[in-house]
């Protein structure tokens, strides 16, 4: 049975720095392309970064240059380092895996997580 589940999530003060972490289990983590997604409130699912399973990352504009994507084949773990934290970070962030080559596309993932929450106030 495939498992992703997602940690980290926090409550933190705009500027600051957060890691999540996505630990798997059940899928040949080096062939799968990894993907991170937010969901705030009234809000679709979007995009924020993908790590191919050969370790080309992917990011959405809005995340470029604050947050890191990377993965550890020996722990079957995706992080996701965010930094330079704004309130419009705030979100549920989702792990998710994909078969095919990283896309921002949520339906091009076959596993999910459950979400772990990031609030940042101002």
């Known amino acids: 049975q495939v498992q992703l589940v997602e940690s980290g999530g926090v409550l933190l003060q705009a500027g600051g720095s957060v890691r999540l972490d996505c630990a798997t289990a059940?899928?040949?983590?080096?062939?799968?392309?990894m993907g991170w997604f937010r969901q705030a409130p009234c809000k679709e699912r979007e995009f924020v970064a993908a790590?191919?399973?050969?370790?080309?990352?992917y990011y959405a504009d809005y995340v470029k240059g604050r947050f890191t994507i990377s993965r550890d084949s020996a722990k079957n773990t995706v992080y996701l380092q965010m930094n330079s934290l704004r309130p419009d970070d705030t979100a549920i962030y989702y792990c998710?895996?994909?078969?095919?080559?990283?896309?921002?596309?949520?339906?091009?993932?076959?596993?999910w997580g459950r979400g772990t929450q990031v609030t940042v106030s101002s």
């Open positions: 998710a895996a994909s078969r095919s080559t990283p896309t921002t596309t949520p339906s091009s993932y076959d596993y």
């Open positions: 059940g899928l040949p983590f080096t062939i799968y392309a």
């Open positions: 790590i191919s399973g050969r370790v080309y990352t």
